[in-house]
């Protein structure tokens, strides 16, 4: 299981820090995926990390303004989320993935739900003036 938190309401342009932390397991060998699902929108991949080598990767609509990160001590993923947009509002998660993207895939193959085992439950941010 994964426990996502850091959820919260701010205003345009605010920032959030997103937890993503596992139950039972340790994230170690595993890449790790934010995705987030807006009301009545497919789910989407947002960012991707390598446990093994701390690759990562951004979808274009957030480079710049996210950044996820590993602290291997506490075995926590987050995703921080800066200059935070209006259309951005969603459920946002986080998921394993247990084979490492390669680094030439394009951004639908690198989210691949179908490559995901282990889903959080979700945690809402709101954006809103």
């Known amino acids: 299981q994964l426990v996502e938190s850091g959820g919260g309401s701010v205003q345009p342009g605010g920032s959030l820090r997103l937890s993503c932390a596992p139950s039972g397991f340790t994230l170690d060998y595993y890449s790790i995926g934010w995705f987030r699902q807006a009301p009545g929108k497919q789910r989407e991949g947002v960012s991707c990390?390598?446990?093994?080598?701390?690759?990562?990767h951004y979808v274009d609509s957030v480079k710049g303004r996210f950044t996820i990160s590993r602290d291997s001590d506490k075995d926590v993923v987050y995703l921080e989320m800066n200059s935070l947009k209006p259309e951005e509002p969603a459920v946002y998660y986080c998921?394993?993935?247990?084979?490492?993207?390669?680094?030439?895939?394009?951004?639908?193959?690198?989210?691949?739900?179908?490559?995901?085992?282990?889903w959080g439950q979700g945690t809402q941010v709101t954006v809103s003036s």
């Open positions: 998921a394993t993935r247990p084979r490492d993207p390669a680094p030439t895939l394009r951004d639908p193959e690198i989210y691949d739900e179908s490559e995901y085992d282990i």
């Open positions: 990390i390598s446990t093994s080598d701390g690759w990562t």
